[in-house]
């Protein structure tokens, strides 16, 4: 089982920064384990969309066009941890963000955290 605790979220102003963090932990994961680590978020109303992904042996990453140059993905395998900077944040970037992990054999995200709020004012 694997455990992901977000954080860093928060209130900013358009044009601003900020950076998330997801910590893993559990029985199965280790700075060895053959995960993919991602990032989501849902807006009110709207559908979980997929922002990036990172690969957390190897670190191979994918974005979402939508977030392509904005937005980068980092881990700390020592620490168990993956990152998502935010940067030019605008108000659609409000949401609420979501940590995800999978097996690098599956297609399928099934380990969630509980989501941190970002909202992002004009």
């Known amino acids: 089982q694997v455990q992901l605790v977000e954080s860093g979220g928060g209130l900013v102003q358009a044009g601003g920064s900020l950076r998330l963090s997801c910590a893993a932990s559990?029985?199965?994961?280790?700075?060895?384990?053959?995960?993919?680590m991602a990032w989501f978020r849902q807006a009110p109303g709207k559908e979980r969309e997929f922002l990036a992904s990172?690969?957390?042996?190897?670190?191979?990453?994918d974005f979402a066009d939508s977030v392509k140059g904005r937005f980068s993905i980092s881990r700390d395998n020592a620490a168990n941890t993956v990152f998502l900077q935010m940067n030019s944040l605008k108000p659609e970037d409000t949401a609420v963000y979501y940590c995800a992990a999978r097996s690098d054999s599956l297609r399928n995200y099934v380990h969630w955290g509980q989501g941190t709020q970002v909202t992002v004012s004009s």
């Open positions: 990172i690969s957390w042996i190897g670190g191979s990453t």
């Open positions: 559990g029985r199965t994961f280790s700075r060895y384990s053959r995960y993919v």
